[in-house]
């Protein structure tokens, strides 16, 4: 498993570096992965990277890009917003010739529409955005001071918002409210994965029983 | 004989707090959570919350949270049972 890095477009016509993570011997079979966002890509990271590791003893090579802003990248995430990121997860498939797509979580509001795949527990932009707005609220109600969701959105819709760490920028907040999985993809639940989901948990974690069944769903599905 | 809601909220708390299989089942009214669970933060409550209204098909609105609430399972499941019973 090795580092890679694309060309990735950014909102002023130009391209910036991004990185990827990469399962890729070169092989015909090739599965890129849209990560979940915030705060769920860190506690799925482990599952995700799992899942590959199993597809590579599959004999299927994959690709998990950072989206911009996001994890090892060097743009600031208050500027992106969710075409951006879907531009953005376009060029990755292509230029790494990307033949099938998983988007986990948030991910799945994001994946490359052409491609065929599979969209593991998919959101809505609408309840990460309450999730993340009701946490932020809990922990400014420690320190003694009152929020609510409605004067938050609409404080962050005029200038952004930082929300368990990550500086939102107000387009984002904007058309994340009302953002969706995108359509056509086949949709793997919770319930055939087993167990409860990762990204529930307080503390990142990993699972091998439910890395193996994801894995056997993405597998069986791309050699059909 | 426990309430479906009673089941709900230990198979939601197991997921939430990754606890091994039947550690919930041991939960009484009396077990300590927010403050005794160092597990529980308040991105982790977000969430405990946000899936007891998707998997108990009910609204938590934020004001309706507060410490009292999160102290023991008892109050929790209460809170739930009430929840559902108005909805």
């Keep these: 498993m090795t580092p890679a890095a694309w060309p990735c477009p950014t909102p002023d016509g130009g391209s910036a570096e991004e990185y990827a993570l990469c399962c890729d011997r070169g092989r015909a079979r090739r599965l890129l992965i849209v990560p ?3 705060d769920e890509a860190n506690r799925l ?8 590791r199993r597809l590579d003893g599959a004999g299927i090579d994959s690709i998990l890009p950072d989206l911009p802003g996001c994890n090892e990248s060097l743009q600031p995430l208050e500027a992106q917003t969710p075409m951006g990121w879907r531009a953005a997860m376009a060029a990755a498939a292509a230029h790494f010739g990307a033949t099938h797509v998983l988007g986990i979580r948030g991910g799945a509001m994001l994946t490359p529409g052409p491609l065929p795949g599979w969209h593991y527990a998919p959101s809505k932009g609408a309840s990460i955005l309450r999730q993340l707005i009701r946490a932020r609220i809990l922990a400014s109600r420690e320190t003694g001071i009152s929020e609510s969701q409605d004067s938050l959105l609409e404080q962050g819709l005029a ?13 984002l907040l904007g058309e994340f409210q009302g953002l969706t999985p995108v359509p056509g993809a086949r949709i793997v639940d919770q ?12 503390d990142p974690g990993e699972d091998r029983d439910q890395a193996d069944a994801l894995a056997a769903v993405l597998a069986i599905g791309i050699a059909a | 004989m426990p309430t479906e809601t009673d089941q709900l909220l230990r198979r939601i708390l197991t997921d939430v707090l990754g606890l091994k299989a039947g550690q ?14 160092p597990e529980l933060d308040s991105m982790a409550v977000a969430g405990l ?7 108990l098909d009910i609204m938590i609105e934020d004001d309706e949270i507060d410490g009292e609430l999160l102290e023991t399972y008892g109050s929790l499941l209460a809170f739930a049972e009430a929840k559902r019973a108005s909805a």
């Design chain 1, 36 to 38: 979940a966002l915030f």
């Design chain 1, 45 to 52: 990271r482990r599952l995700t990277v799992e899942v590959m």
């Design chain 1, 159 to 171: 200038k952004g918002l930082e929300l368990a760490g990550f500086r939102l920028g107000p387009v």
């Design chain 1, 191 to 202: 319930d055939t994965i087993g167990g409860g989901g990762l990204w529930l948990r307080a």
């Design chain 2, 24 to 37: 919930a089942e041991g939960f009484t009214a009396e077990t300590g959570l927010f403050g005794h669970l």
């Design chain 2, 49 to 55: 919350l946000t899936e007891m209204e998707d998997r």
